[in-house]
């Protein structure tokens, strides 16, 4: 999934904040620092999911038979294979 650098900001930014007010949390750094860090690693899932995708995509594409995006098939297929690299990754 593609989003923009101002959504990925918003979303390190809520997620810095919701820390802050978090009981739980401490920050040993200033909040700024939790900002980048959150949006580095939402940055690092976002890339993840989308060698997972790429790899789900070629898996189906390399079919003997053509299986077209949008059909019952295919949705069953990407979801499989999906799932299985996911596990590949251990996550």
């Known amino acids: 999934m593609r989003i923009s650098r101002d959504k990925l900001n ?12 978090t009981d739980e949390a401490e920050f040993l750094e200033d909040r700024n620092t939790i900002r ?23 898996k189906i594409t390399s079919q ?3 299986i077209l995006e949008g059909t019952q098939e ?13 596990k590949k990754l251990g996550i």
Not at 10 to 21: F, I, M, P, Q, R
């Open 74 to 86: 295919w949705d069953i297929l990407y979801r499989k294979y999906y799932n299985d690299e996911v």
């Open 64 to 66: 003997r038979k053509i």
């Open 10 to 21: 918003k979303l390190a930014h809520v997620v810095a904040d919701t820390l802050a007010e």
């Open 36 to 58: 980048q860090e959150a949006r580095k690693a939402l940055e690092k899932l976002l890339l993840e999911e989308t060698k997972i995708d790429q790899a789900a995509r070629q």
